[in-house]
C-alpha cells in the first residue's frame, strides 16, 4: 500500500496539475471545450467561436486513512511530498487499534486531455452548431469501505509484528480501477430562444479503447496473520478480476489494449436573458468587449453513461475455503500477477493452482454522475456559481464511482483575465470541505481547489492543484 502511495502522489505531482472538478474555470464563460466535459450544451452560443485545449492533466485524490503531518511538509513542496512518498517516510495511517473495524475509503481520478477543440459552423439558414473533439487518456480507482486491519496489514505489508495472532475479519471492502483513452465527439446547439430566454441541448459520444481494470468484491475475510510463516484463513471467499499487467512491461505491446466500449454524456442548458427593456443591464451588463446578457443559467447534464468490456488478456477469479493456510508466505518471489493468481489458488483449492478461474472477461461501467450547474449575473463582471456532482452507483455490479461534490463559487470575470474562489464539500464515503482559489489570464490558468495542504495550513490528505494552456477566439458583443 505504501508503494501504491507513492505512485499516485507522483502522479498527483506530474501530471496532477489540471484539477479534475477544476470548480474556478469550468463553469467560466471561457471555458471552452472544457466546459463540455462538464455539460456538453456548455458550447452552444458560447462567448467563444473557437477554442483549442493544447494540453491539460486533471486528477483528483482523496482518501481518509492516510495522512503527511502539517510538520512534515513545506510550503509549496511538492519535492518532499514526492521525495516522502517514495522513501515512505512521510505519510502515516489513521488506524485505530481500538476499532480495527472501522471503514474507510480512497478515492482517485486522473486525465490527461490532449489536442482538443470545438468551432462554430452555421448552416444554410445561419443557424449555429458547435462540433467538438476531445482526445483524452483517463484512468479512476475506488476503495470503498474497506476495513482499518485490513489496511494496516497492506500499508505495512502484513509485518505489523503488534497485531500478529489476532482474528481479524472483513465483509465490506470493495475496490474498483480501471484506465482507458477516450475519444470523444461532441455536439451542440441552441434548441429555441426567444427574447427573453435560451434553451441549449448538446451530446458527447466517446469511443472508449480500455487498457486497464481490476476489482475486488463480495468479500467474506477471516484471517490470522500468525508470523512470517503464516497466514490462516477460515470461511473466507472473495470474487476478483483483472486484466494482464505484464503486458505493460514491454513485451507485448500489441496486448495493451485489454478490451473496447462507448460512453455518452448528454446536457440541456436553460438561459433567462437580461430585460433591458426593464432595465436590468443597467447593473449586469459588462463593457462591450465582455458582455454578458444572461441573468442567470441553469444547466443539467448526464455525463461518462456507458462501459468498457475487458476481454483480452483478462480474466476472473473465485477464491474460498472453509479453512487454509498460506505457508511461508513472506518467502514467496511474486514475478508476474499470473505467478499470484495462481498461488492463490493453489492456497484456497489444496495445491490446485487453476480451480480459481471462473472466467476471461468482465464489464466496468464508467464513474457515472448527475450534474447541476447554476449561474447567476450579479453585475459588474460578477458571477455566482453553484454546482452538484452527484456520483452513481453501480450496484453489484463492477464499475468505479465518482465523488460526490457540491460547491459554491464566487468569480470575476473579464474577457482577457478571470479571478474565482470554489468552496465546496467534496463526499467520498468521507465528508472533506475545501476552500480554493484560481486564476485565469488570457490563455494561461491556474488554481487549486483544496491548496490548504500545498500552503501547509492542514494536514495532506490528497493533493488538488491545477493549470493548463488554451487557445480562443471569442465572439464579439454576442449571447450566452
Not at 467561436?49 to 502539517?70: C, I
Amino acid at each position: 500500500m505504501r508503494k501504491i502511495t507513492a505512485f499516485t502522489i507522483c502522479i498527483v505531482s506530474y501530471l496532477g496539475v489540471f484539477g479534475q472538478q477544476n470548480l474556478g474555470i469550468q463553469n467560466s464563460n471561457y471555458s471552452g471545450i472544457q466546459g463540455a466535459l462538464l455539460n456538453p450544451s456548455s458550447i452552444a452560443g458560447s462567448k467563444l467561436k473557437f477554442d483549442v485545449n493544447f494540453f491539460s492533466t486533471s486528477e483528483t485524490f482523496a482518501n481518509d486513512f492516510l495522512y503527511a503531518p502539517k510538520s512534515s511538509l513545506n510550503f509549496l513542496g511538492f519535492k518532499r511530498i514526492i521525495k516522502g512518498a517514495i522513501d515512505e517516510d512521510l505519510f502515516l495511517p489513521r488506524y485505530d487499534n481500538s476499532n480495527p473495524n472501522k471503514l474507510y475509503n480512497v478515492t482517485f481520478q486522473t486525465q490527461i486531455l490532449g489536442p482538443s477543440f470545438f468551432m462554430k459552423i452555421k448552416d444554410k439558414n445561419k443557424h449555429e452548431h458547435e462540433l467538438g473533439l476531445t482526445i483524452a487518456a483517463r484512468a479512476s480507482a475506488n476503495i470503498q469501505n474497506i476495513t482499518g486491519n485490513i489496511a494496516i496489514n497492506a500499508f505495512d505489508y502484513f509485518l505489523a509484528s503488534n497485531i500478529w495472532n489476532t482474528n481479524f475479519s472483513d465483509n465490506s471492502a470493495r475496490i474498483n480501477t480501471m484506465g482507458w483513452l477516450e475519444y470523444g465527439l461532441h455536439y451542440a446547439t441552441v434548441l429555441h430562444e426567444d427574447s427573453k430566454s435560451q434553451f441549449k441541448g448538446g451530446i458527447s459520444v466517446n469511443y472508449l479503447q480500455g487498457a486497464f481494470a481490476a476489482y475486488v468484491k463480495n468479500t467474506h475475510i477471516n484471517y490470522n496473520i500468525v508470523d512470517t510463516t503464516s497466514i490462516t484463513f477460515a470461511n473466507t471467499s472473495v470474487d476478483y478480476g483483472r486484466t494482464d499487467y505484464d503486458d505493460f512491461k514491454g513485451n507485448h505491446p500489441h496486448h495493451t489494449t485489454h478490451g473496447h466500449g462507448v460512453g455518452m454524456d448528454i446536457g440541456f442548458t436553460y438561459v433567462r436573458k437580461l430585460d433591458e427593456a426593464a432595465g436590468q443591464s443597467n447593473g449586469k451588463s459588462q463593457s462591450d468587449a465582455d458582455k454578458i446578457n444572461y441573468l442567470y443559467r441553469i444547466g443539467l447534464s448526464l455525463i461518462d453513461i456507458g462501459s468498457i468490456n475487458y476481454n483480452n488478456n483478462t480474466a476472473t477469479y473465485h477464491l474460498e475455503a472453509s479453512a487454509a493456510n498460506f505457508a511461508n508466505w513472506h518467502d514467496n518471489v511474486f514475478t508476474s500477477n499470473s505467478t499470484i493468481d495462481r498461488t492463490l489458488s493453489s492456497v484456497f483449492y489444496n495445491g490446485d493452482s487453476t480451480k480459481s478461474q471462473t472466467g476471461n472477461s468482465f464489464k466496468m461501467a464508467l464513474p457515472a454522475a448527475i450534474s447541476l450547474q447554476g449561474d447567476y449575473n450579479l453585475g459588474r463582471n460578477y458571477f455566482g456559481n453553484v454546482t452538484i456532482i452527484k456520483g452513481f452507483g453501480h450496484g453489484d455490479n463492477n464499475g468505479v464511482k465518482r465523488p460526490d461534490i457540491y460547491s459554491f463559487t464566487p468569480r470575476y470575470e473579464k474577457r482577457d483575465w478571470e479571478v474565482s474562489i470554489p468552496f465546496s464539500v467534496i463526499s467520498y464515503g468521507h465528508t472533506n470541505v475545501r476552500m480554493g482559489i484560481a486564476g485565469r489570464y488570457k490563455y494561461f490558468f491556474i488554481g487549486g481547489d483544496a491548496p490548504g495542504a500545498l500552503l501547509k495550513l492542514h494536514d495532506l490528505n490528497g493533493v488538488d492543484f491545477y493549470a493548463g494552456v488554451h487557445f480562443y477566439i471569442p465572439e464579439k458583443n454576442t449571447s450566452h
